[in-house]
């Protein structure tokens, strides 16, 4: 019968040519938008329209030229120079130059950006958790943004950066054409839009909960694209992305779920793709909440979660549990006063519950996300798992979800959720970028918990120079989070992606993005 229905649902969908290199995705984008998105799969859509200033070798961390060739930090980090590409233009023909890369830095950064459109729901929120906040704020990183000339600009900062190129260089902040966002106003990034960028790919169409059609820019400054057309399918199902891999209606996927592995492996047509671990799922706890309030409920809690009996069931050997918010290849930057992993024990936790005040138990909402992501493949029966550990020790839950972009978007309105599971997947490769999206006067204002003293460490976090200055500073963030217990780490994973055999040339990033353009399809029917 599941047979029967897959062919009946396959044979609904429209069939691509054989050139046409078909991406099944996690969900559609929130945005199309640079600046003004969080998620993966807007990041993986944005990455092929757009460039960034500063971009990442394959399959790695590190920074090489993006739209600019070069970039040079004055004596103390205070400032920093990029010299830009000359003689590239944008999908719509325009060229970009410094007026372009200024007025792109500026509406995020800016709130008076008269093209901010703040006006009209507009946030930029990244801008705040990795660059400290916007013009004019105590806590803001940038200071100025100045037009050298036509292919140099200077952004000078309030504050010591060593990592500023690396944060410029993530899929959030592609560089898009001032033309078309003045055109389309508001409506800019949305379905009714037409983004805008120099990227290896041109956008076409975006049908709204199916998928986005791209085609290869064939004036591309760098690597051309080598397929005729890139189709990016929101399939928000991790078992129907394989289901359809095994058919062949789609040629590549992330985000499988980690108990496919073995399926996977025994169809000769598919070859398993492991990214590297470079991310945390985590389960967040609101202080707004009057229970979550108390540290002795947030440390029964703590105590109450079986992770590692969690991540054996649901991660299939693919993910690895700890106490800290940095995935394994930052681990240099742990504390050696941390546990490794939080202690399970339900009897000391219903003992703390107790000496809280609340003997009898209490009850809480859990919010799950309705998609699957590369740290929580599986978010509603790990959700499960959790309630069942916290109901053991008289917690009552009550699980809850929505849609993801409004998950994303309630997370942070008041009073917010009282506890929900969200991740992160790093954008660059320094403890910053973990601690700083969650954690700091200018982060996710999600938990109301932000003391200054986290705040200051983040700021001499960002102005250390070597690794061993940062990892002074980044052990004292461990031993403080760790402490305060309001985000518990539940895993890292290896997310699990899979392609069939033809596809070749494609290199995952650790980031969990990349471009499209190196890859080929030769041999597909």
């Given at each position: 019968m599941k047979k029967l229905l897959l062919t009946a649902l396959l044979s609904t969908l429209p069939m691509a040519s054989a050139a046409t290199l078909v991406f099944g995705g996690n969900g559609e984008?929130?945005?199309?938008?640079?600046?003004?998105?969080?998620?993966?799969?807007?990041?993986?859509?944005?990455?092929?329209?757009?460039?960034?200033?500063?971009?990442?070798?394959?399959?790695?961390?590190?920074?090489?030229?993006?739209?600019?060739?070069?970039?040079?930090?004055?004596?103390?980090?205070?400032?920093?120079?990029?010299?830009?590409?000359?003689?590239?233009?944008?999908?719509?023909?325009?060229?970009?130059?410094?007026?372009?890369?200024?007025?792109?830095?500026?509406?995020?950064?800016?709130?008076?950006?008269?093209?901010?459109?703040?006006?009209?729901?507009?946030?930029?929120?990244?801008?705040?958790?990795?660059?400290?906040?916007?013009?004019?704020?105590?806590?803001?990183?940038?200071?100025?943004?100045?037009?050298?000339?036509?292919?140099?600009?200077?952004?000078?900062?309030?504050?010591?950066?060593?990592?500023?190129?690396?944060?410029?260089?993530?899929?959030?902040?592609?560089?898009?054409?001032?033309?078309?966002?003045?055109?389309?106003?508001?409506?800019?990034?949305?379905?009714?839009?037409?983004?805008?960028?120099?990227?290896?790919?041109?956008?076409?169409?975006?049908?709204?909960?199916?998928?986005?059609?791209?085609?290869?820019?064939?004036?591309?400054?760098?690597?051309?694209?080598?397929?005729?057309?890139?189709?990016?399918?929101?399939?928000?199902?991790?078992?129907?992305?394989?289901?359809?891999?095994?058919?062949?209606?789609?040629?590549?996927?992330?985000?499988?779920?980690?108990?496919?592995?073995?399926?996977?492996?025994?169809?000769?047509?598919?070859?398993?793709?492991?990214?590297?671990?470079?991310?945390?799922?985590?389960?967040?706890?609101?202080?707004?909440?009057?229970?979550?309030?108390?540290?002795?409920?947030?440390?029964?809690?703590?105590?109450?979660?079986?992770?590692?009996?969690?991540?054996?069931?649901?991660?299939n050997g693919l993910g690895t549990s700890n106490a800290s918010f940095l995935p394994p290849v930052l681990a240099w930057a742990n504390s050696p006063k941390v546990p490794a992993d939080y202690k399970f024990d339900p009897a000391a936790a219903k003992r703390m519950l107790s000496e809280a005040g609340y003997p009898n138990g209490l009850s809480l909402d859990l919010w799950y996300m309705p998609v699957s992501r590369p740290y929580f493949p599986n978010p509603k029966p790990i959700a499960e798992a959790i309630a069942a550990d916290l109901s053991a020790i008289g917690i009552k839950v009550t699980l809850k979800t929505e849609d993801w972009a409004k998950y994303l978007e309630d997370r942070n309105k008041e009073p917010g959720f009282d506890m929900y599971m969200i991740g992160w997947t790093g954008d660059y490769g320094d403890p910053d970028n973990f601690y700083g999206a969650y954690y700091g006067a200018n982060a996710s204002d999600d938990i109301n918990w932000n003391p200054a003293g986290v705040e200051t460490l983040l700021q001499q976090g960002r102005a250390a120079a070597t690794q061993a200055a940062k990892a002074k500073i980044y052990q004292q963030l461990h031993e403080i989070t760790y402490n305060a217990a309001y985000r518990l780490p539940v895993v890292h994973s290896n997310p699990l992606a899979a392609a069939r055999t033809y596809v070749k040339g494609w290199v995952p990033s650790p980031l969990g993005s990349e471009a499209f353009n190196t890859i080929t399809i030769t041999g597909k029917k």
């Open positions: 984008p929130v945005s199309l938008e640079p600046g003004n998105i969080t998620d993966g799969i807007s990041i993986l859509v944005q990455r092929q329209i757009y460039d960034t200033l500063v971009d990442f070798k394959d399959g790695t961390t590190d920074i090489v030229p993006g739209l600019a060739t070069r970039w040079t930090p004055n004596a103390n980090n205070t400032s920093w120079t990029f010299t830009l590409r000359k003689n590239v233009k944008f999908h719509d023909g325009t060229p970009f130059n410094a007026d372009a890369a200024v007025f792109n830095l500026s509406r995020w950064w800016d709130k008076s950006h008269p093209y901010g459109f703040r006006d009209q729901g507009r946030t930029f929120e990244i801008v705040g958790e990795l660059l400290g906040g916007y013009k004019g704020d105590a806590t803001a990183v940038i200071k100025n943004i100045v037009k050298v000339n036509d292919s140099t600009i200077r952004i000078d900062l309030n504050k010591p950066s060593s990592v500023l190129p690396n944060v410029l260089a993530a899929g959030y902040f592609g560089i898009a054409s001032p033309t078309a966002i003045r055109k389309d106003g508001a409506k800019y990034g949305t379905p009714a839009s037409k983004p805008i960028g120099t990227g290896p790919f041109i956008f076409q169409s975006w049908r709204t909960g199916d998928r986005v059609t791209l085609s290869p820019n064939k004036t591309y400054w760098g690597t051309k694209a080598k397929v005729d057309a890139l189709v990016i399918r929101s399939i928000k199902d991790a078992s129907q992305r394989l289901n359809e891999l095994k058919a062949g209606t789609i040629d590549f996927a992330n985000d499988l779920t980690p108990d496919s592995l073995k399926s996977v492996q025994a169809d000769r047509n598919l070859v398993a793709v492991k990214r590297p671990s470079f991310n945390v799922g985590f389960l967040s706890l609101n202080n707004r909440n009057q229970y979550l309030k108390n540290d002795k409920v947030r440390q029964a809690i703590s105590m109450a979660i079986n992770k590692k009996a969690i991540v054996d069931a649901f991660w």
